[in-house]
């Protein structure tokens, strides 16, 4: 039982350029979300999904895009990177109706230059 | 709209210190109430959570006392190890309808233990 996975660890990213964070989990959790980090401001959420097919926007989610075409996996992309998206990225999933209890994937530290 | 705030931070204390860290929330319905760690390296993980006012949460040696008229929830542990050092987050869940269900973290206080 591998829980909630995210590649890669770290990344490097040129203004303007995309990519995408991978997240996986294993437990057949319906609910899986993404959030940033940053020093002195907690975690906010920036997209979230109840289930395959079914996503929807958190607190800031401006230059992201996500999708959901499995229950194991919601990959995160950033379209069109810039150095405000400097910040390490958390994947989380839960069972619905639990989504207090969220397990946490080891994060992806992601610098913009 | 829903809030947590937390004691700035960081905080040392020396081994087999009283620790308290203090949290207050504002929340429109009645929220469930949480404290998660996130050691070095790691993502964060559930420490303890109590869901209706009066309840107490505990873990490891850590505990929590959801106040309802006092909007708190302090983490508290009268005896820190070195091995307790970490970031601690409160964070808070309101129900909006089922499948929307939101955490809304403070900003998190890391915690030093010192031999």
């Known amino acids: 039982n591998a829980g909630v996975t995210q590649t890669p660890k770290f990344q490097v990213l040129k203004t303007g350029q995309s990519m995408t964070l991978q997240c996986a989990q294993d437990?057949?959790?319906?609910?899986m979300s993404w959030y940033r980090q940053d020093p002195g401001m907690g975690l906010r959420l920036i997209h979230y999904?109840?289930?395959?097919?079914?996503?929807d926007q958190g607190e800031v989610p401006n230059g992201y895009n996500v999708s959901r075409s499995t229950t194991e996996d919601f990959p995160l992309r950033l379209l069109s990177a810039a150095p405000s998206q400097t910040s390490v990225y958390f994947c989380?999933?839960?069972?619905?109706?639990?989504?207090?209890?969220?397990?946490f994937g080891p994060g992806t530290r992601l610098t913009v230059t | 709209g829903d809030s947590v705030t937390q004691m700035e931070g960081p905080v040392t204390l020396s081994e087999e210190a009283f620790l308290t860290i203090n949290c207050t929330y504002t929340?429109?319905?009645?929220?469930?109430l949480f404290w998660y760690v996130q050691y070095p390296g790691e993502g964060l993980q559930l420490l303890l959570k109590?869901?209706?006012?009066?309840d107490k949460g505990s873990n490891k040696g850590f505990e929590a006392t959801y106040r309802k008229e006092t909007t708190s929830f302090h983490l508290e542990k009268g005896s820190v190890q070195v091995s307790d050092s970490a970031v601690y987050f409160c964070?808070?869940?309101?129900?909006?309808?089922?499948?929307?269900?939101?955490?809304?973290f403070g900003t998190g206080t890391r915690l030093t233990i010192i031999p």
């Open positions: 109590a869901t209706k006012a009066d």
């Open positions: 437990m057949n959790h319906e609910y």
């Open positions: 989380a999933s839960s069972q619905l109706g639990q989504t207090y209890e969220q397990y």
């Open positions: 999904s109840v289930g395959a097919g079914i996503t």
């Open positions: 929340a429109t319905g009645y929220p469930s």
């Open positions: 964070a808070l869940s309101d129900r909006v309808s089922f499948g929307n269900e939101k955490l809304t």
